[in-house]
């Protein structure tokens, strides 16, 4: 019970630090601690399926593609 309050609480932090913060390398990579801390919810909760998935495609491949594309763009808002 206790470390599915933290893992909401870091959730719910990492995800407004991602809409917070102004570079948006360091919004992309809170976006994945998001994913992966949904990640350990779903693996807590006893979907081990949907938490692969989540870490594969969520956590891992949303977070390069958002690297990739702030890569070719510009890397924080003015």
Request: proline share 1%; charged share 10%; net charge negative.
């Amino acid at each position: 019970m206790i470390a599915h309050v933290m893992l909401l609480v870091i959730f719910a932090a990492s995800a407004l630090l991602a809409v917070e913060f102004k570079d948006l390398i360091y919004a992309a990579v809170a976006l994945g601690m998001c994913s992966l801390c949904l990640a350990l919810l779903f693996y807590q909760l006893q979907a081990p399926d949907v938490a692969m998935t989540e870490v594969a495609i969520g956590a891992a491949l949303s977070t390069f593609i958002l690297l990739l594309a702030i890569n070719h763009t510009k890397r924080a808002i003015e």
